[in-house]
């Protein structure tokens, strides 16, 4: 695959690096502006060779693409090898733009050590998404976490040091499990590449013990039921750009596609009727919780997380078309989730209040950001022209074929999310001013305008148009699909 | 023809997204031009569609792949045939006479761009439904309707009911799409197709197999396909029991009462279920529980009808009541029938909702039927229009509800299914209940007295009060007058090639074993005959019946009405609420759903998952350090005697070994 010699994985996952380090080095009122500067041009760039890739990339064949190879601890085997998929490739992208609408469109970017936070999360997330090696996934995968549980501790809201706290340990009490199932896996293979351990022979047990090590840390990040109990604190307590950014990294999610369900097939097939339990259980018991909430960004979080449980559900019915579903689903979840949690920043930069209580009638003051919420909730309850709706279709067309009861259950979404999601709608957007602070909040500013009309068309071309995505990812689902279907044993 | 159907969809789609973004800084008229000349040319495109297809020309094309899945393609494409041409002639017919009404009706509204792109859109969404040749893009529609609905019942945004009723109708719509979508997926899962000439040519393939929701339950397949896909009906044509959001629609504008909960919306779900008939055909456990389902809405609503007191509302329950008639005739496999009685209602129901809207701009959004009367004289235009409604509504020859409802009780005579006498006793009840609604509303509106002057208690609007009602300009009139002409004449001139001839073709699916189309068509001896032969029906005496009762009680002896009804009073209540469908759903559903969400987040969330997985570990580790740390004293002696006790224990245990 020929590529201008100068965009390459590694520039991703560098590039972002580096200028968030020198963000943090430059930090200082004198150079605020340059700092700022850069990190707009360094996400904006990144969407650019993100774009350059997707041009370039080759949806014929399931192959890894743009891979770079590198010795990096030739005595444990361990490489810096990196590469994309069919699916891999959308989440590079999702990343691209969160990271971009996140940097421009927020006002925290005034604040540089918080700018440099994000501008690294972005690059490790561009490495945990196209590593190839074992160690090196792992070693981005818990990178990931610093700067993120710095930004909740340190500009989080008021109990954010608990919510940090909890977030940190929930995740790395996960991640150790999967750490020692990688070790299991390289005492197997004598190998960390993680392509050499999709076609890796293991017996019943130790894909079984291998499958609760992957799943322990994955249902811990996705989150999935009942493991998310670090979640809605961190969703409401954590600052909206950090936010934004972990709500719109699917890097849980997309593990179980890259490690859990190609590597152990055997145990997946055995275990799968847990997991669509699990996932029925979320998708339904979140919804209710959901409902119940006070908190705009903890209502957020729940809506998220019901919809992750339509997503693990998609994996595993193990079909083609549910397994497509979910992948549609991660990505609308994920753009959906962040402009529900920008529209719900937005306004919190406003009334600095939380609670849903405190807002009502925004409509009145701010047109624009009732219109896009509007629309965003569309997306949320998958309405027909939003991408949220492709999902969801196709999860429960898997669904119903799979079986019909758990057609049933699934297809219960459409109610709940409509429910807590309309009602949201009804307390904070429509009505009469609810006191005289809303009726004097300023409309969306041109960034924050900018950032959710961007989310806004995305999610609708998705919905209008989904086949130029599937046309990408369609052959490394086959292959995908193809070693679930075969057997390690 | 193809370029022909995508510019008759996609110029309302233009003139909304125009009118919606630019609309505040365009000039108002400029929203209303915009639109109504969209809407105009659809129009006239779609009657040259019609024309083209009565000709015999079809159309069923993709348009585009919205996906690929390899097995099978979801596509954005068309089926032209009558049946779709007849429901696009209705759709942009109404809905461009209703764009022109609310130049008049909204002239004053701050909001006045804003409606217009909405019923535009509303106008978009309902063509890409009935013009749809898959299921995907019919669902659009159906998604695009209820979305463009929920935003015009609360187009009046700072009002809370009117949010609270938007908010209903989605979900009772969803609740309706629920079972959609399931319809839809069983029939994917085992065709993997969603196309309908697909599914039509190989339904069969269903025949015999079965599907089981939960183990030890086996349901006929194609029973629970038209089941799901009926549920879906329900919800958007408001049959019982998920028929509660449509009285409250009514908080909408007047307009939109008038396009989309009479005359086209709430027709989709009997348009889906004539579109599917070669699906329904093979399930006559389905037909029967639609002949049920529709008799109950057609009688309860009838009811209804009659107590209430808000103009919108006896309009409304009138709604309810004439789509349980449709529904009946689907059951009864009269689709033809249905179909003609959706399109004559659309005309005698968006007539008579545009002339309650006239009436209630003309006494300033009185919509009290108490505080109406005497306007006849004021608003002749609006009475004689309205009387023509009521005419039709009321099913009375020659006007074209006769010629629509009439047949589907005779077929309800002539059917054979389960329910289908219980259906011909409802209907024909029906029947004297509908007439005796409408004409007491027609009544208390237009004759007797003014009541309008007396101090209406908690109305503000009494610095209107002023001015005297007055005739509307004829930005409301001449739609009023457009739609009497069908209203009067469409019985009488499409009776014969829609019900008997073959205008619909092999649009629609009849088997064999369902005769009572059969039925019909072997008693029709023309119109003159099916006239004089009415005379010996009962329907036609019932519902000259109910006009009697409705003078009596309303104009004659008034008195008699009050103490009518003290005399049902006991069971007044049920009436008041509706049978109490309200009730039960914001009682225990609604209350239900919130309370076990409280309770799920209280303890489960709160003190179960968070308490066991986080701050019980917390708490034992931070108590376990506290033990660990009494260890840790720091002083020699107790180190001291540590190990002296140790290696006693050490002692001990070599020795005993």
């Given at each position: 695959?020929?590529?201008?010699?100068?965009?390459?994985?590694?520039?991703l996952?560098?590039c972002?690096?580096?200028?968030g380090?020198?963000?943090?080095?430059?930090?200082?009122?004198?150079?605020?502006?340059?700092?700022?500067?850069?990190?707009?041009i360094?996400?904006?760039?990144?969407?650019?060779?993100?774009?350059?890739?997707?041009?370039?990339?080759?949806?014929?064949?399931?192959?890894?693409?743009?891979?770079e190879?590198?010795?990096?601890?030739?005595?444990f085997?361990?490489?810096?090898?990196?590469?994309?998929d069919?699916?891999?490739?959308?989440?590079i992208?999702?990343?691209a733009?969160?990271?971009?609408?996140?940097?421009?469109?927020?006002?925290?970017?005034?604040?540089?050590?918080?700018?440099?936070?994000?501008?690294?999360?972005?690059?490790?997330?561009?490495g945990?998404?196209?590593?190839?090696?074992?160690?090196?996934?792992?070693v981005?995968?818990?990178?990931?976490?610093?700067?993120?549980?710095?930004?909740?501790?340190?500009?989080g809201?008021?109990?954010?040091?608990?919510?940090?706290?909890?977030?940190?340990?929930?995740?790395?009490?996960?991640?150790?499990?999967?750490?020692?199932?990688?070790?299991?896996?390289?005492?197997?293979?004598?190998?960390?590449?993680?392509?050499?351990?999709?076609?890796?022979?293991?017996?019943?047990?130790?894909?079984?013990?291998?499958?609760?090590?992957?799943?322990?840390?994955?249902?811990v990040?996705?989150?999935m039921?009942?493991?998310?109990?670090?979640?809605?604190?961190?969703?409401?307590?954590?600052?909206?750009?950090?936010?934004?950014?972990?709500?719109?990294?699917k890097?849980?999610a997309?593990a179980?596609?890259?490690?859990?369900?190609?590597?152990?097939?055997?145990?997946?097939?055995q275990?799968?009727?847990?997991?669509?339990?699990?996932?029925?259980?979320?998708?339904?018991?979140?919804?209710?919780?959901?409902?119940?909430?006070?908190d705009?960004?903890?209502?957020?979080?729940?809506?998220?997380?019901?919809?992750?449980?339509?997503?693990?559900?998609?994996?595993?019915?193990?079909?083609?078309?549910?397994?497509?579903g979910?992948l549609?689903?991660?990505?609308?979840?994920?753009?959906?989730?962040?402009?529900l949690?920008?529209?719900?920043?937005?306004?919190?930069?406003?009334?600095?209040?939380?609670?849903?209580?405190?807002?009502?009638?925004?409509?009145?003051?701010?047109?624009?950001?009732?219109?896009?919420?509007?629309?965003?909730?569309?997306?949320?309850?998958?309405?027909?022209?939003?991408?949220?709706f492709?999902?969801?279709?196709?999860?429960?067309?898997?669904?119903?074929?799979y079986?019909?009861?758990?057609?049933?259950l699934?297809?219960?979404?459409?109610?709940?999310a409509?429910?807590?999601?309309?009602?949201?709608?009804?307390?904070?957007?429509?009505?009469?001013?609810?006191?005289?602070?809303?009726?004097?909040?300023?409309?969306?500013l041109?960034?924050?305008r900018?950032?959710?009309?961007?989310?806004?068309?995305?999610?609708?071309?998705?919905?209008?148009?989904?086949?130029?995505?599937?046309?990408?990812?369609?052959?490394?689902?086959?292959d995908?699909?193809?070693?679930?279907?075969?057997?390690?044993? | 023809?193809?370029?022909?159907v995508?510019?008759?969809?996609?110029?309302?789609?233009a003139?909304?997204?125009?009118?919606?973004?630019?609309?505040?800084?365009?000039?108002?008229?400029?929203?209303?031009?915009?639109?109504?000349?969209?809407?105009g040319?659809?129009?006239?495109?779609?009657?040259?569609?019609?024309?083209?297809?009565?000709?015999?020309?079809?159309?069923?094309?993709?348009?585009?792949?919205?996906?690929?899945?390899?097995?099978?393609?979801?596509?954005?494409?068309?089926?032209?045939?009558?049946?779709?041409?007849?429901?696009?002639?209705?759709?942009?017919f109404?809905?461009?006479?209703v764009?022109?009404?609310?130049?008049?009706?909204m002239?004053?509204?701050?909001?006045?761009a804003?409606?217009f792109?909405?019923?535009?859109?509303?106008?978009?969404?309902?063509?890409?439904?009935?013009?749809?040749?898959?299921?995907?893009?019919?669902?659009f529609?159906w998604?695009?309707v209820?979305?463009?609905?929920?935003?015009?019942?609360?187009?009046?945004?700072?009002?809370?009911?009117?949010?609270?009723?938007?908010?209903?109708?989605?979900?009772?719509?969803?609740?309706?799409?629920?079972?959609?979508m399931?319809?839809?997926?069983?029939?994917?899962?085992?065709?993997?197709?969603?196309?309908?000439?697909?599914?039509?040519?190989?339904?069969?393939?269903?025949?015999?197999?079965?599907?089981?929701?939960?183990?030890?339950?086996?349901?006929?397949?194609?029973?629970a396909?038209?089941?799901?896909?009926?549920?879906?009906?329900?919800?958007?044509?408001?049959?019982?029991?998920?028929?509660?959001?449509?009285?409250?629609?009514?908080?909408?504008?007047?307009?939109?009462s008038a396009?989309?909960?009479?005359?086209?919306?709430?027709?989709?779900?009997?348009?889906?279920?004539?579109?599917?008939?070669?699906?329904?055909?093979?399930?006559?456990?389905?037909?029967?529980?639609?002949?049920?389902?529709?008799?109950?809405?057609?009688?309860?609503?009838?009811?209804?009808?009659?107590?209430?007191?808000?103009?919108?509302?006896?309009?409304?329950?009138?709604?309810?009541?004439?789509?349980?008639?449709?529904?009946?005739a689907?059951?009864?496999?009269v689709?033809?029938?249905?179909?003609?009685?959706?399109?004559?209602?659309a005309?005698?129901k968006?007539?008579?909702?545009?002339?309650?809207g006239?009436?209630?701009?003309?006494?300033h959004?009185?919509?009290?039927?108490?505080?109406?009367?005497?306007?006849?004289?004021?608003?002749?235009?609006?009475?004689?229009?309205?009387?023509?409604?009521?005419?039709?509504?009321?099913?009375?020859?020659p006007?074209?509800?006769?010629?629509?409802k009439?047949?589907?009780?005779?077929?309800?005579?002539?059917?054979?299914?389960?329910?289908?006498?219980?259906?011909?006793?409802?209907?024909?009840?029906?029947?004297?209940?509908?007439?005796?609604?409408?004409?007491?509303?027609?009544?208390?509106?237009?004759?007797?007295?003014?009541?309008?002057?007396?101090?209406?208690?908690?109305?503000?609007?009494?610095?209107?009060?002023?001015?005297?009602?007055?005739?509307s300009?004829?930005?409301?009139?001449?739609?009023?007058?457009?739609?009497?002409?069908?209203?009067?004449?469409?019985?009488?001139?499409?009776v014969?090639?829609?019900?008997?001839?073959?205008?619909?073709?092999?649009?629609?699916?009849?088997?064999?074993?369902?005769?009572?189309?059969a039925?019909?068509?072997?008693?029709w001896?023309?119109?003159?005959?099916?006239?004089?032969?009415?005379?010996?029906?009962?329907?036609?005496w019932?519902?000259?019946?109910?006009?009697?009762?409705?003078?009596?009680?309303?104009?004659?002896?008034?008195?008699?009405?009050?103490?009518?009804?003290?005399?049902v009073?006991?069971?007044?209540?049920?009436?008041?609420?509706?049978?109490?469908?309200?009730?039960?759903?914001?009682?225990?559903?609604?209350?239900?759903?919130?309370s076990?969400?409280?309770?799920?987040?209280?303890?489960?969330?709160?003190?179960?998952?968070?308490?066991?997985?986080?701050?019980?570990?917390t708490?034992?580790?931070?108590?376990?350090s506290?033990?660990?740390?009494?260890?840790?004293?720091?002083?020699?002696?107790?180190?001291?005697?540590?190990?002296?006790l140790?290696?006693?224990?050490?002692?001990?245990?070599?020795?005993?070994?």
């Amino acid at each position: 695959m020929e590529t201008a010699s100068w965009i390459s994985l590694s520039f991703l996952i560098w590039c972002p690096i580096v200028a968030g380090i020198l963000v943090y080095a430059l930090r200082g009122s004198a150079n605020g502006s340059i700092s700022r500067c850069l990190a707009n041009i360094v996400s904006a760039l990144m969407v650019f060779a993100v774009a350059y890739l997707i041009c370039h990339f080759d949806g014929g064949t399931s192959a890894f693409q743009f891979q770079e190879r590198v010795a990096w601890i030739p005595s444990f085997g361990i490489e810096y090898a990196l590469g994309v998929d069919g699916i891999s490739l959308w989440f590079i992208a999702l990343n691209a733009l969160i990271t971009f609408l996140v940097i421009v469109s927020r006002k925290e970017k005034t604040n540089q050590a918080y700018l440099a936070a994000l501008l690294v999360t972005s690059g490790l997330t561009y490495g945990a998404f196209t590593a190839l090696d074992g160690v090196l996934f792992y070693v981005f995968f818990e990178a990931m976490l610093i700067p993120i549980y710095l930004a909740i501790g340190v500009w989080g809201g008021p109990n954010r040091k608990l919510a940090a706290t909890k977030f940190f340990l929930f995740t790395l009490f996960g991640s150790l499990f999967m750490l020692l199932a990688l070790f299991g896996l390289y005492k197997v293979s004598g190998s960390f590449s993680i392509k050499d351990w999709h076609v890796l022979p293991l017996n019943m047990n130790m894909q079984t013990l291998l499958f609760i090590g992957f799943f322990m840390a994955l249902a811990v990040k996705t989150p999935m039921w009942p493991l998310h109990a670090w979640a809605p604190d961190t969703y409401s307590e954590g600052p909206t750009g950090a936010i934004v950014m972990l709500s719109s990294t699917k890097i849980g999610a997309y593990a179980f596609l890259r490690l859990l369900l190609p590597i152990v097939p055997d145990a997946v097939h055995q275990l799968a009727p847990y997991m669509i339990a699990l996932s029925l259980i979320a998708i339904i018991y979140f919804g209710f919780v959901a409902l119940a909430q006070t908190d705009l960004r903890r209502l957020v979080a729940y809506s998220s997380i019901a919809h992750m449980g339509m997503v693990t559900l998609g994996f595993f019915l193990l079909n083609a078309v549910a397994m497509k579903g979910a992948l549609f689903l991660m990505i609308s979840n994920a753009l959906a989730a962040a402009a529900l949690f920008f529209c719900a920043g937005a306004l919190t930069d406003r009334i600095g209040s939380r609670r849903i209580m405190d807002y009502q009638g925004i409509v009145n003051a701010m047109p624009w950001l009732a219109t896009l919420f509007v629309f965003f909730a569309m997306a949320n309850i998958a309405l027909p022209g939003t991408s949220g709706f492709v999902g969801e279709l196709l999860v429960i067309f898997g669904a119903v074929e799979y079986h019909l009861g758990i057609g049933l259950l699934a297809a219960t979404v459409l109610v709940i999310a409509a429910a807590y999601t309309l009602w949201l709608v009804k307390r904070v957007v429509f009505g009469a001013a609810g006191n005289s602070q809303i009726a004097q909040m300023g409309d969306l500013l041109t960034r924050e305008r900018f950032g959710l009309v961007i989310l806004a068309l995305v999610m609708l071309i998705m919905g209008v148009w989904p086949q130029p995505v599937l046309v990408l990812m369609d052959a490394s689902v086959a292959d995908l699909l193809a070693h679930i279907a075969r057997t390690k044993l | 023809m193809k370029t022909l159907v995508l510019l008759i969809i996609l110029l309302p789609l233009a003139a909304s997204v125009i009118a919606g973004f630019w609309g505040r800084r365009l000039p108002r008229a400029a929203s209303h031009w915009l639109c109504c000349s969209a809407v105009g040319t659809a129009m006239a495109l779609s009657f040259y569609v019609l024309l083209q297809v009565n000709h015999g020309v079809r159309l069923d094309e993709a348009v585009y792949t919205w996906l690929d899945l390899g097995f099978a393609k979801l596509t954005i494409g068309f089926l032209i045939d009558p049946l779709s041409a007849l429901m696009m002639a209705v759709v942009t017919f109404v809905s461009f006479l209703v764009h022109v009404y609310t130049i008049g009706y909204m002239r004053d509204d701050p909001g006045y761009a804003r409606f217009f792109a909405y019923i535009s859109f509303f106008t978009f969404a309902m063509l890409m439904l009935v013009s749809a040749n898959n299921f995907l893009q019919m669902f659009f529609g159906w998604e695009g309707v209820g979305l463009a609905s929920y935003l015009l019942i609360g187009f009046w945004y700072t009002r809370d009911s009117a949010n609270k009723a938007g908010m209903k109708a989605f979900l009772m719509n969803r609740v309706g799409d629920f079972g959609f979508m399931i319809g839809i997926a069983l029939l994917f899962a085992t065709l993997q197709t969603t196309d309908f000439s697909e599914i039509f040519t190989r339904i069969e393939e269903l025949r015999g197999l079965t599907v089981s929701p939960l183990p030890g339950y086996e349901w006929p397949l194609i029973t629970a396909i038209c089941i799901a896909l009926f549920v879906g009906a329900m919800g958007k044509s408001a049959q019982v029991p998920l028929h509660v959001w449509l009285p409250d629609s009514m908080e909408g504008p007047t307009p939109i009462s008038a396009l989309i909960h009479a005359a086209t919306m709430v027709t989709a779900g009997i348009f889906m279920v004539a579109r599917m008939s070669p699906v329904f055909e093979w399930s006559d456990t389905a037909l029967s529980f639609m002949i049920m389902i529709g008799a109950t809405t057609a009688i309860l609503m009838a009811i209804l009808g009659l107590v209430q007191n808000d103009i919108k509302r006896v309009i409304a329950y009138s709604t309810l009541s004439q789509l349980g008639y449709m529904t009946v005739a689907l059951g009864l496999s009269v689709y033809s029938v249905a179909l003609f009685h959706l399109m004559t209602h659309a005309f005698f129901k968006a007539l008579l909702f545009l002339a309650a809207g006239s009436v209630i701009i003309a006494l300033h959004h009185q919509q009290d039927l108490r505080k109406m009367g005497g306007l006849r004289k004021i608003m002749p235009v609006t009475y004689i229009t309205a009387l023509i409604g009521a005419w039709a509504l009321a099913g009375l020859p020659p006007f074209a509800g006769f010629f629509s409802k009439e047949p589907i009780i005779e077929a309800a005579k002539y059917a054979t299914l389960p329910g289908h006498t219980y259906a011909y006793i409802a209907l024909t009840l029906g029947v004297f209940l509908t007439a005796c609604y409408t004409f007491r509303m027609i009544f208390l509106a237009f004759h007797g007295k003014p009541r309008f002057d007396a101090p209406h208690g908690d109305d503000h609007h009494d610095v209107h009060a002023h001015h005297a009602p007055k005739e509307s300009p004829w930005v409301v009139t001449v739609p009023l007058i457009l739609l009497a002409i069908p209203s009067m004449l469409a019985g009488i001139v499409f009776v014969r090639p829609m019900l008997f001839g073959d205008f619909f073709g092999d649009a629609l699916y009849v088997a064999a074993e369902h005769g009572a189309m059969a039925a019909l068509a072997g008693h029709w001896h023309g119109i003159g005959a099916y006239l004089t032969h009415s005379l010996a029906s009962p329907a036609l005496w019932l519902a000259l019946a109910g006009i009697a009762v409705a003078w009596f009680l309303t104009l004659r002896c008034p008195k008699a009405g009050v103490a009518l009804e003290r005399m049902v009073s006991p069971i007044s209540g049920l009436f008041a609420n509706n049978f109490y469908f309200d009730a039960f759903y914001e009682k225990v559903i609604a209350r239900g759903a919130r309370s076990l969400g409280d309770c799920l987040a209280r303890f489960i969330e709160g003190a179960g998952i968070d308490g066991l997985l986080f701050r019980l570990p917390t708490q034992a580790i931070r108590f376990g350090s506290s033990v660990l740390r009494t260890l840790q004293t720091g002083y020699l002696y107790h180190y001291a005697l540590a190990m002296v006790l140790g290696l006693l224990l050490l002692i001990t245990g070599w020795g005993m070994h």
